[in-house]
């Protein structure tokens, strides 16, 4: 069975302090990984599709990794409107398009 | 870019009632969609799998007679809540496959705050 694991569940930060959000997975055969923002009363915010360890993509101030086993979604001199949840999600080789999610985390950038 | 569109955005109806909310694909076209209900502070729940042209695929748990999925076009699939109770009320959100690249990206719509009295 897939799963998706994220920490910390909740993250504070003052705004320009830099940190990372770890997404870990077990996955038989990834065919790809995502990462969503949030926002309260929104849906889902595609940002990032990761496909084989070592890629990186970035946007903006956020910057995705991806290894065999984790993900981490790095984001630099974070500011207030970064805050939200981010979601990461696989997707299994031969599954129905469907994702797994993981629970998310909930960051907030402090003014 | 990939827009998709629910509408309401928000409905309140009495216990008994049915509610249909609708997913719209609005510049792609989207074989398949899925729908999902978001408790709060919770991630998001997979309820079916919505193929057009074809019946949908529920998951485990999910009432089939309660949760009607239509998905009748290429840009458009419903979810009607039959007899809607209190425990129904809940975030439904929808999303949409966009085919390209090495795999298919869900693009989400902007969800549907359902409330039953």
């Known amino acids: 069975e897939d799963q998706v694991t994220q920490s910390p569940e909740a993250l504070r930060l003052q705004e320009g302090e830099s940190s990372s959000l770890n997404c870990s997975y077990t996955?038989?055969?990834?065919?790809?990984l995502f990462w969503y923002r949030q926002d309260p009363g929104k849906g889902p915010e595609f940002l990032f599709t990761l496909y084989s360890a070592g890629e990186e993509k970035e946007k903006e101030r956020l910057k995705a990794t991806l290894t065999k086993k984790e993900s981490f979604l790095h984001i630099t001199a974070p500011k207030p409107e970064d805050s939200a949840t981010y979601l990461c999600?696989?997707?299994?080789?031969?599954?129905?398009?469907?994702?797994?999610f993981g629970s998310g985390t909930q960051l907030t950038v402090l003014p | 870019g990939a827009v998709v569109s629910q509408h309401p955005s928000w409905v309140i109806c009495k216990s008994g009632t049915s509610v249909k909310i609708e997913c719209r694909s609005l510049?792609?076209?989207?074989?398949?969609m899925f729908w999902y209900r978001q408790f709060p502070k919770q991630s998001l729940m997979l309820m079916a799998t919505s193929n057009e042209g074809s019946k949908a695929t529920y998951e485990q748990g999910v009432e089939k007679d309660k949760f009607l999925i239509n998905h009748a076009s290429l840009t458009l699939s419903t979810l009607t809540v039959t007899s809607a109770h209190p425990e129904d009320s809940s975030f439904y959100i929808c999303s949409a496959i966009k085919f390209g690249g090495d795999t298919d990206t869900q693009y989400f719509g902007p969800g549907t705050r359902l409330t039953v009295l």
């Open positions: 510049d792609f076209q989207a074989t398949t």
């Open positions: 996955v038989s055969g990834l065919r790809g």
């Open positions: 999600a696989v997707h299994r080789s031969g599954s129905a398009r469907q994702l797994t």
